[in-house]
């Protein structure tokens, strides 16, 4: 009977909260209701014959296992809520992957060293940063959109830029949590503060400024944000 009893709370509960979704399909909605345009990626290849960590595209070699999209590339990411529950719910696991520029966020990564020294050092330099996606291999600070043309005006007129720094801009990707791609699982270093409104972002020119000034103070002379 106690059994019963249970089982029938359970199933009220159930129908009172409605089923539990998936990580990434929640996660997905998250990003619909920012304005933030997703899409899946590919994902991995399945378990077996040590292709476990490769991608499940057909290139053998391919530089990001699991984390870029479908043949329909970028263009195809939405905030359309049917749209990313269809997505979803045929490929659960499937990773979220955003789509940059535009009106959604862009990011500047660095290898996952030089990116932990990054943020320790910018925390020191008391510089406000956004949310921080983290990889085994590489973290990615979220910025505000910018143009590639904005982009390359203010490069040019750097000194110095450190060379491990990448630029996820207009028409580029950035896989979010909680995928987990061929390179292992993705995670917030930094998570989007809580609250119905879409992240803050830092200017990409502040967050550029304060990373080379970051990647020269290092005793020696070099640049710490090297690795």
Known sequence: MREILGRRRRLRLWRKRGPVQPAQLEAALTCAAWRWPVIPGVGRAAAGGGRGRRCACPDPECAVPGAHPFDSG?????????????WWTNRPTAPVVLA???????????????????????????????PVVATPTRWSLLVAPYSLERLGELLYVKDRVPGSLRFHGEG????????????????????????????????????????????????????????
Not at 74 to 86: F, N, S, Y
Not at 103 to 125: I, Q, Y
């Open 74 to 86: 970028v263009l195809a990411a939405t905030t359309d809520e049917r749209m990313l529950r269809w």
């Open 100 to 130: 940059t520029g535009g009106k959604a966020p862009c990011a500047v990564s660095l290898p996952a060293l030089a990116g932990a020294a990054a943020l320790t050092e910018l925390d020191r330099m008391g510089v406000r940063l956004g």
């Open 172 to 227: 580029g990707y950035l896989v979010l949590p909680p995928s987990e791609t061929g390179t292992g699982q993705v995670r917030w270093e930094r998570e989007p503060a809580p609250g119905a409104a879409a992240p803050w972002l830092p200017d990409v020119e502040t967050m550029v400024d304060a990373l080379v000034e970051a990647s020269t103070n290092a005793p020696d002379g070099g640049s710490r944000l090297a690795h």
